[in-house]
């Protein structure tokens, strides 16, 4: 089991950028495949993008493809999510999740632990 602190959200005008982190506890950080969710008021938990244990490999969903990036530092057991050119639709609690294997998955039901989640607004 790891525990994880998302941080780094807030408000931001359309077009800003934010960088949020995900604090991650333990000693096997690089045995997690780690990705980052999104949570809009009134929706489902929906994926964003992922990174594989040795952060070789990434995943986005097409939405955010050249604007987003997903990145990890293992000496830090952080995991971080760079977002360009925000847009109004990005706005939602994002969560990070971490899943035991190092393979990574979009469906949240596959990912073992999760953090608090961030909120992000981006207003017009």
């Known amino acids: 089991q790891v525990q994880l602190v998302e941080s780094g959200g807030g408000p931001v005008q359309a077009g800003d950028s934010l960088r949020l982190s995900c604090a991650a506890s333990?000693?096997?950080?690089?045995?997690?495949?780690m990705a980052w969710f999104r949570q809009a008021p009134g929706k489902g938990r929906d994926f964003v993008a992922a990174?594989?244990?040795?952060?070789?490999?990434?995943y986005y969903i097409d939405s955010v493809k050249g604007r987003f990036t997903i990145s990890r530092d293992n000496a830090k057991n952080t995991v971080y999510l760079q977002m360009n050119r925000l847009k109004p639709e990005d706005t939602a609690v994002y969560f990070c999740?971490?899943?035991?294997?190092?393979?990574?998955?979009?469906?949240?039901?596959?990912?073992?632990?999760w953090g608090q989640g961030t909120q992000v607004t981006v207003s017009s």
């Open positions: 999740a971490a899943r035991v294997g190092g393979v990574f998955v979009t469906a949240p039901a596959l990912y073992d632990d």
């Open positions: 990174i594989s244990g040795s952060g070789v490999s990434t």
């Open positions: 333990g000693r096997t950080f690089s045995s997690y495949a």
